[in-house]
């Protein structure tokens, strides 16, 4: 007999090659739950290779057990380190683990490497991140268009720094009629994210625009910026907020809450504030146009009095008025021969409807010497209508008489 794979059994167990069964655990491993994973643990047996690829394993000590995971880091994910892992350093790896079947063993391939403290402070803000999106706080929906020319720019951020230095250089070089009110914090070590929401709460309805921002720094130096009490106080403030964290290639949660971003303190305070040469380049443009079409428009204005001064010259003026009269004498006559020309046509018509009624009229046979005959109030149309005794009245064109039927003689009996 034969197993399910085409080989012999043994004993009735089928008998399997080793790619097969490499197949087999590669299949099991395919597990989501076991893809794109943190894994904390301490380095051992590390060994930085001249390819470029560290190879090292991740151990873990459970009171008299242990357990090791054999780790892989490419060339590609180990240049972006930004720390050289040592034997016995205690860090957050994150990756998926794959087979290696030639060997026929599983490792953890890793493609972001953190030391432990720091990793859990990367853990916390991807974990705030997804709640504050999950609340609206980052929706593009929310940001708002910053005021043209502001007279008051609130900055937070520290009083020593070289970002409160940068922000007022700009500002006087650019737009110095702007007032520059400063709501002074601590912007790194402990409770200073605390600090940092005091301060946009103060200035914040008291200016056109604030700047949130600091000079850069490692990550826990920018760490408070994360902080959600920072992000929401960024999120609920009525003036519009730019946020300038670190440096260009930084990031803070607060960034993704304002309504703009900026990549240093110096370029914040450029983007709150137009520059002056600008607007006095605009307004010399500006004025330019509007001397020129003004004087369009003078000139126009001319010409055009100039057309109705020579209208009104009294000859131009009285030749001109002989000419309407002579129009308006025209129209009178035509008025006047179209109204005699309708009363004409009217009275026609007329004559014409009175001619009709008088034929239709039944008393006008009466002035030809005929008469009508009634009886009980109604007209005898017929010799059969009648009988001999009934009175009748006969009604002529100046009068009427009664008169008693005697006889009655139809045509037939003629």
């Not at 709501?183 to 600090?195: I, W």
């Not at 519009?240 to 440096?247: F, K, L, M, T």
Request: with cysteine; glycine share 8%.
């Amino acid at each position: 007999m034969r197993g399910p794979s085409g080989s012999p059994d043994l004993f009735g167990t089928p008998i399997l090659g080793v790619s097969e069964v490499s197949g087999l655990i590669c299949d099991l491993l395919d597990d989501m739950r076991l893809h794109q994973i943190w894994v904390r643990g301490e380095v051992t047996n590390y060994k930085d290779h001249a390819s470029g690829h560290r190879y090292f394993s991740l151990s873990e000590q459970n009171g008299r057990s242990s357990a090791l995971i054999n780790c892989v880091m490419w060339r590609t994910y180990a240049s972006g380190l930004e720390f050289t892992p040592k034997n016995g350093m205690d860090v957050l790896a994150w990756g998926t683990v794959e087979v290696y079947e030639p060997h026929g063993r599983y490792q953890l391939i890793v493609r972001e490497m953190l030391p432990a403290g720091r990793g859990e402070r990367h853990l916390m803000v991807e974990r705030w991140k997804r709640e504050l999106d999950a609340e609206g706080l980052f929706s593009p929906e929310r940001r708002r268009p910053l005021p043209a020319f502001p007279h008051q720019v609130g900055v937070v951020t520290s009083p020593t720094g070289a970002a409160l230095k940068d922000i007022l250089s700009v500002i006087s070089r650019r737009y110095p009629a702007a007032e520059v009110v400063l709501s002074p914090t601590a912007v790194q070590g402990e409770g200073a994210h605390t600090e940092i929401t005091e301060a946009i709460q103060r200035v914040d309805g008291l200016v056109d625009v604030i700047i949130v921002g600091r000079g850069g720094g490692s990550f826990e130096d920018l760490f408070p910026f994360n902080h959600p009490d920072v992000v929401r106080a960024v999120a609920r403030c009525r003036t519009p907020v730019i946020s300038a964290v670190g440096h260009e290639v930084d990031t803070a949660l607060c960034d993704f809450a304002a309504d703009l971003r900026a990549p240093t303190p110096s370029a914040a305070a450029e983007r709150a504030v137009p520059d002056r040469r600008e607007v006095l380049r605009d307004l010399a443009g500006y004025e330019e146009r509007m001397g020129a079409l003004l004087s369009h428009r003078i000139d126009a204005a001319g010409r055009e009095v100039e057309d109705l001064r020579a209208r009104m010259h009294p000859r131009r003026l009285t030749r001109r008025i002989h000419e309407r009269m002579q129009r308006l004498a025209e129209h009178e006559e035509l008025l006047r021969r179209a109204a005699l020309s309708r009363v004409q046509r009217e009275r026609s018509a007329l004559a014409e409807v009175r001619a009709s009624l008088a034929g239709k009229n039944p008393l006008a046979i009466l002035k030809r010497g005929y008469c009508i005959a009634e009886s009980g109030g109604r007209i005898v149309k017929s010799a059969g209508d009648l009988s001999p005794g009934e009175h009748v009245v006969l009604r002529m064109k100046d009068g009427r008489c009664r008169a008693v039927v005697e006889d009655i003689t139809h045509d037939k009996d003629v």
